[in-house]
């Protein structure tokens, strides 16, 4: 089955055993369980990623893993089960957005507090948090999709009802402000476009 | 051919930490699951007994009436007073969920041209629905069991 190289490259892109599914769409909760145990964290990152609320991040893992039971029938494997299931998050996370009014930025400490991480994190990963909770919710919607998950701008502009020049836009406009932040801040400037 | 390469803020937001959801999250879906699989069942259930009951008046109802438009007015008088008592629609729950199925069977049937009785025994069907939505809605009481 072909896959997009970026989208080859997601976490959601792993084998699923046919079997496994088969007792999914019989209603089978130990194969639901199964699949929640291989793809909440992904459906769980993407989300808190975007909105940057551990609740609103939890909130979208429930609503991916209840639609997964009530349409799972209807998969028939046109594109890998992962793909199919980070539709159904990107969906579900961009529901959100559309929903709740979310902060301009991210508080950092705050998140991490709420997400009980045991310690500081390494340097490397809390500059990269830093840097993606400072865009405002959709920009962040449109870096994480685009540059971690592979998705065009002809396929953001489709799910955000808007033009593909805009989804565009959007994203030069978050990667500059980025790019200034990480020059402001002496990381890596070298390696952003 | 080689894939397309990320573009270098790609790389950089590789290193985000990966965080996992409450260990709970998990038990509460397969709850609410649960809960939602057993409304639907109960909602078919009492929507079977309901065309089952509307089946049986029809076949006692005298040769040569015509049932249907009663109904159909029954159902849409109803249809307000629900309006009325219920502007923001009626509680979810079994009840609300059996009308849902009526609606569909009742579409299914205008688009097959299922014959009149079939027909009139949705729209009975669906004014007795409406009756206890409304009955429930006036006395408070959300028509979460049957």
């Keep these: ?11 959601f892109a792993q084998e699923v055993p046919p079997e496994l599914l088969a007792q999914a769409r019989h209603g089978d909760m130990q194969a639901h369980a199964e699949l929640y145990r291989r793809f909440a964290a992904p459906v769980f990152n993407l989300a808190l990623r975007v909105l940057g609320e551990r609740t609103a991040a939890e909130d979208v893992v429930q609503e991916v893993f209840l639609r997964v039971l009530a349409r799972v029938r209807r998969y028939r494997g046109e594109a890998p089960f992962g793909l199919w299931l980070r539709r159904l998050a990107v969906n579900a996370t961009i529901d959100q957005l559309r929903s709740r009014r979310f902060l301009a930025e991210t508080d950092m400490d705050a998140l991490l507090a709420g997400l009980g991480a045991p310690g500081p994190l390494p340097e490397e990963q809390a500059e990269a948090l830093a840097l993606l909770m400072r ?9 994480v999709l685009h540059e971690l998950e592979g998705y065009t701008h002809a396929e953001l502009a489709r799910m955000f009802d808007q033009t593909e020049s805009y989804s565009k836009s959007i994203l030069s406009r978050a990667l500059a402000r980025l790019r200034r932040r990480l020059g402001r801040e002496g990381i890596g400037l070298e390696s952003l476009p | 051919m080689s894939p397309t390469p990320f573009p270098p803020t790609a790389a950089q937001l590789r290193a985000l930490p990966h965080f996992a959801p409450d260990p709970a999250l998990w038990p509460r879906i397969a709850a609410r699951a649960q809960r939602r699989q057993a409304r639907r069942t109960a909602a078919a259930a009492c929507c079977m007994l309901l065309l089952a009951g509307a089946v049986g008046t029809l076949l006692q109802t005298p040769r040569g009436t015509t049932p249907l438009p009663d109904w159909q007015a029954r159902s849409a008088a109803l249809e307000r007073e629900l309006a009325a008592a219920a502007p923001r629609g009626p509680a979810p729950g079994p009840l609300a969920d059996a009308l849902v199925g009526v609606d569909r069977a009742l579409h299914a049937a205008y688009v097959r041209g299922a014959p009149p009785a079939e027909r009139a025994a949705l729209w009975q069907a669906r004014s007795e629905l409406l009756e206890s939505l409304v009955e429930a809605q006036r006395s408070g009481l959300r028509a979460t069991r049957i």
Excluded: G, K, N, Y
């Design chain 1, 1 to 11: 089955m072909p896959v997009e190289p970026t989208a080859a490259r997601s976490v």
């Design chain 1, 135 to 143: 865009l405002p919710p959709q920009a962040r919607a449109v870096v």
